[in-house]
């Protein structure tokens, strides 16, 4: 049964690979595309088809064998060998690559990408990024950006940073492999099925590496400096280091510094020592970096360029969008959309706060094991309540997830659910469905709601669900 599925889901695999051959992200493609001009294209009912029944074979596959999977070794050959194909595809499922090309390049020639766009230099490739991107600044920290211009720098071309980007990526990715199994065994979780989940799923090859996005940098940089926590030790080198680590991931993405707090409750030591060591670490290599790019924190503020997006796979969106399409039918200048989002905020530091202080309340023997699985539901509150969400976010928490709690039906539903969002071109379906999609979000929030509402009712006395 093991091997039939994992040809079955090799089998999708291939089919999303060429997918992407016929229909990729390519540098010449039509920025304007929608899912019917793709349908009367070159391929177009082969496009579509073989992204249907791919990511479909592969999320089964990969559904199926979650609570089969007979090793460590046998999950990460697998997933090895469902990416394989994604290695030698054109960009697809996004075309943020082109973005980190161009930011790559700005640096070089000392254009600041945490003040201009990529229309500044102008880049070499400008016609290949989204235009929606074209006059923003990025959001990405300095480490990604010395990242880029290097791979430029090196390769001078799109080719050559792209095989530069997926290995990368890969590295990243490999990083997780390494450290999930030991934060698994720490919650009691079986180190095979946290491997399994975190890097078989339709999400990684398909999108993560083939995009390339640098979401797994952040992430592998993370589950490394977690992982010297839970293995190594106390040390105050072992401390120093994890910090730095986590440092490093911040400096990719400003998301990982979620998990900080979270680091400093892992180590069993007193509450003081233990942030001052493990934040020195973390300034020590996220100050370095700044200083190695010469770039300030103008990233931070650069955070908010994704806000116009306006697109319902964000929860804060959809309930803004609702209450606005109704609001409309009163008023035809009423948006509701600023207000639900800044809602939201508040929301999501008020959940992180309460998180990190119920991981606090831990019992000492507990409180890794609390904060693990805290950490992860900490990232799964900044995918739900942030303004704008994309597909691969949740493999954010998903990562976690895996290692620290046996109920992840929810979390590979919406995966499955994720994968579909995003065509071959990098599309995204949600612009092209906004009604009755947010409505439709909504919905199907308030059913969660309700279902949970009623599960918890009658197991009134349920623990919360912290492995141990």
Request: with cysteine; net charge positive.
């Amino acid at each position: 049964m093991l091997t039939y599925l994992r040809l079955i889901g090799l089998a999708g695999s291939l089919m999303l690979a060429t997918a992407g051959w016929l229909g990729g992200a390519v540098p010449d493609a039509d920025l304007t595309s929608t899912p019917m001009s793709i349908a009367r294209g070159p391929y177009g009912p082969a496009i579509l088809g073989l992204w249907v029944i791919g990511t479909g074979l592969q999320a089964w596959a990969w559904w199926s064998a979650r609570d089969r999977v007979p090793s460590t070794r046998w999950a990460v050959i697998t997933a090895l060998l469902w990416m394989a194909p994604f290695l030698f595809t054109p960009p697809m499922g996004s075309r943020d690559f082109y973005s980190y090309a161009c930011q790559g390049e700005m640096f070089l020639h000392g254009i600041d990408p945490y003040l201009h766009g990529v229309d500044a230099l102008p880049c070499s490739w400008l016609e290949t990024v989204s235009t929606i991107w074209r006059d923003t600044p990025t959001p990405y920290g300095p480490l990604f950006i010395l990242i880029a211009a290097a791979a430029v720098k090196l390769t001078g071309g799109l080719t050559g940073s792209l095989i530069i980007f997926r290995l990368v990526t890969l590295a990243g990715l490999a990083a997780i492999a390494v450290g999930l199994p030991a934060l698994a065994r720490a919650c009691g979780i079986p180190a095979e099925r946290a491997v399994w989940l975190a890097l078989a799923g339709p999400l990684v090859g398909a999108h993560m590496l083939a995009a390339p996005h640098n979401d797994a940098v952040m992430l592998g940089f993370a589950v490394l400096a977690l992982f010297l926590l839970v293995r190594v030790g106390s040390q105050p080198w072992v401390l120093v280091t994890s910090g730095a680590l986590l440092g490093l991931a911040v400096a990719v993405k400003a998301t990982a510094g979620v998990l900080i707090p979270f680091a400093v409750l892992m180590t069993g030591l007193a509450f003081v020592r233990s942030t001052l060591l493990i934040g020195t670490g973390a300034l020590l290599s996220f100050g370095t970096v700044t200083l190695a790019s010469g770039l300030g924190l103008g990233w931070i503020p650069a955070m908010r360029v994704g806000d116009s997006l306006i697109q319902f796979t964000s929860l804060p969106t959809a309930v803004g969008m609702t209450l606005t399409y109704t609001g409309r039918l009163f008023s035809p200048t009423f948006d509701a959309v600023p207000a639900v989002r800044n809602v939201a905020l508040v929301l999501l530091i008020s959940t992180l706060v309460f998180l990190w202080f119920r991981a606090f309340r831990a019992s000492p023997e507990n409180r890794r094991k609390a904060a693990l699985h805290n950490a992860a539901l900490s990232l799964a509150a900044f995918v739900a309540l942030v303004p704008v969400f994309h597909a691969w976010y949740i493999l954010w928490p998903l990562t976690l997830l895996a290692a620290t709690t046996l109920r992840t039906r929810l979390a590979m539903l919406l995966t499955i659910a994720a994968a579909y969002l995003v065509l071959p071109d990098g599309g995204g379906l949600s612009r092209f469905v906004k009604f009755p999609g947010a409505p439709l979000v909504v919905l199907a929030l308030i059913a969660l709601l309700i279902v949970e509402t009623r599960r918890r009712r009658r197991n009134p006395a349920e623990p919360t669900p912290v492995p141990g």
